[in-house]
């Protein structure tokens, strides 16, 4: 196998990876998107309902997420996001030893935004 396959190989394997992760949110944001708020897991899971939708390890549901979450209300769509993201992530910010990725200024609406007009989806 020559240097260019094993490039091109592991490109598509990145591009793959990246599709699911992609899907994953897009269900994520159709699920919270579906309830009304405050809400907690256990509505989470109800919209959610019993779909197949696998995660990116391909060994759980986005359900299962929803079942290790905090038993909590979340106000806004914006705070049922980050505890799900956190939950698939898992935890990051200096309290967590991780430095590099943790930034307490990020906006995650600017960063969509970003990530919109880089591939022009506006």
Do not use: C, I, W
């Not at 159709?30 to 509505?43: I, V, W």
């Not at 391909?58 to 769509?77: A, I, N, P």
Request: charged share 40%.
């Amino acid at each position: 196998m020559s240097r260019d396959d094993v490039t091109d190989s592991a490109r598509e394997r990145q591009h793959e990876r990246t599709e699911r992760v992609e899907e994953t949110l897009e269900a994520v944001d159709a699920t919270l998107d579906g309830l009304s708020y405050p809400t907690n897991p256990s509505e989470m899971k109800a919209v959610y309902g019993e779909t197949a939708e696998e995660l990116p390890n391909e060994t759980e549901s986005l359900g299962d997420v929803f079942d290790r979450l905090e038993d909590t209300e979340y106000d806004t769509h914006e705070d049922a996001r980050e505890a799900v993201l956190g939950e698939l992530t898992g935890a990051a910010g200096r309290e967590h030893g991780d430095d590099n990725e943790y930034n307490s200024e990020r906006e995650l609406d600017a960063l969509e935004e970003q990530e919109s007009e880089k591939y022009g989806e506006k």
